[in-house]
């Protein structure tokens, strides 16, 4: 009896041991994972500029720039236990500040060869960002867990693509009695040379797996982004453009803001297939 109770003890031993040995959550190895991200950017609104403006009842509001959120969706596989592969697709979604002072002023040289210098007091509106990542990724699992569950760090290097879905900003003179002007200055606002930019994402991040069913996770982490954008020199600078905001100071503004955007923290579902 003592014989067949030590047998059977071994068998489920082994049993268990065989199922913790299979690559994958509960067998699967394919997973999509979906979540929202977000930051409070705090080293942006501390270092890289001052209050901006938001419009509201028709008018310009003083506010900190706070909106920095993002949607993710990503197809990924166990390669091993502990290491995994995946494709990511993410929009994030945050402002810039053009300006440093409430002042517009460009200084160009027209089509006759004369030099052109122009100042107004005038406040504008935060510049809406769309930034489009395509960003391959591995996981690599942590403190004895199993790819997609518990704990794993990821490293990722993305693609992006920066757009402007919104270009007509709203200005606003300081005096009043100079809103004659704001239509020729709508007009000449912001270079069209600065359509989109592009450049690059490397990311490095801890997440969290936690089971709530067999096919259904739950994850939360944060994650470091250093960002690197390409192509500044191809851009006109503030004296080769009749615009108020060359292509050149556009791109440097972008760039500050995407390099001091550095932390975020995420949370969403992981589903295996």
Same mark, same amino acid.
């Given at each position: 009896?003592?014989?067949?109770?030590?047998?059977?003890?071994?068998?489920?031993?082994?049993?268990?041991? *065989?199922?913790?040995?299979? *690559?994958?959550?509960?067998?699967?190895?394919?997973? $999509?994972?979906?979540?929202?991200?977000?930051?409070?950017?705090?080293?942006?609104?501390? %270092?890289?500029?001052?209050?901006?403006?938001?419009?509201?009842?028709?008018?310009?509001?003083? @506010?900190?720039?706070?909106?920095?959120?993002?949607?993710?969706? @990503? $197809?990924?596989?166990?390669?091993?236990? @502990?290491?995994?592969?995946?494709?990511?697709?993410?929009?994030?979604?945050?402002?810039?500040?053009?300006?440093?002072?409430?002042? +517009? *002023? #460009?200084?160009?040289?027209?089509?006759?060869?004369?030099?052109?210098?122009?100042?107004?007091?005038?406040?504008?509106?935060?510049?809406?960002? #769309? /930034?489009?990542?395509?960003?391959?990724?591995?996981?690599?699992?942590?403190?004895? @867990?199993?790819?997609?569950?518990?704990?794993?760090? /990821?490293?990722?290097?993305?693609?992006?693509?920066?757009?402007?879905?919104?270009?007509? $900003?709203?200005?606003?003179?300081?005096?009043?009695?100079?809103?004659?002007?704001?239509?020729?200055?709508? !007009?000449?606002?912001?270079?069209?040379?600065?359509?989109?930019?592009?450049?690059?994402?490397?990311?490095?991040?801890? #997440?969290?797996?936690?089971?709530?069913?067999?096919?259904?996770?739950?994850?939360?982490?944060?994650?470091?982004?250093?960002?690197?954008?390409?192509? !500044?020199?191809? %851009? #006109?600078?503030?004296?080769?453009?009749?615009?108020? %905001?060359?292509?050149?100071?556009?791109?440097?503004?972008?760039? +500050?803001?995407?390099?001091?955007?550095?932390?975020? %923290?995420?949370?969403?579902?992981?589903?295996?297939?």
């Amino acid at each position: 009896m003592k014989i067949k109770n030590i047998l059977f003890f071994c068998c489920l031993l082994l049993v268990f041991w *065989t199922e913790a040995q299979e *690559t994958g959550y509960y067998g699967r190895r394919v997973f $999509l994972e979906i979540d929202g991200q977000g930051q409070i950017p705090l080293l942006q609104n501390i %270092f890289g500029e001052r209050k901006g403006y938001v419009s509201g009842k028709g008018s310009l509001h003083s @506010s900190y720039n706070l909106l920095d959120i993002a949607y993710r969706a @990503s $197809l990924n596989m166990a390669i091993t236990e @502990s290491v995994g592969f995946g494709l990511e697709f993410s929009q994030r979604f945050y402002r810039v500040n053009l300006q440093s002072i409430d002042e +517009l *002023t #460009r200084n160009f040289q027209d089509t006759g060869g004369n030099m052109i210098t122009q100042y107004l007091n005038a406040r504008v509106a935060y510049l809406p960002i #769309r /930034e489009t990542v395509f960003m391959p990724r591995i996981l690599v699992a942590l403190d004895d @867990s199993r790819i997609p569950c518990g704990f794993a760090s /990821e490293i990722g290097v993305g693609y992006s693509l920066i757009q402007f879905p919104d270009r007509d $900003l709203t200005v606003e003179t300081v005096n009043p009695g100079e809103s004659s002007v704001l239509p020729a200055i709508k !007009k000449h606002l912001l270079d069209p040379r600065a359509e989109e930019f592009n450049g690059m994402v490397f990311m490095y991040g801890f #997440r969290m797996n936690y089971p709530l069913t067999k096919r259904i996770l739950f994850h939360i982490g944060f994650r470091y982004q250093y960002a690197l954008q390409f192509g !500044k020199k191809k %851009f #006109r600078r503030m004296d080769e453009s009749e615009y108020w %905001f060359s292509a050149r100071e556009i791109w440097s503004k972008v760039n +500050l803001r995407r390099q001091l955007g550095i932390f975020s %923290f995420g949370t969403g579902l992981t589903f295996t297939l």
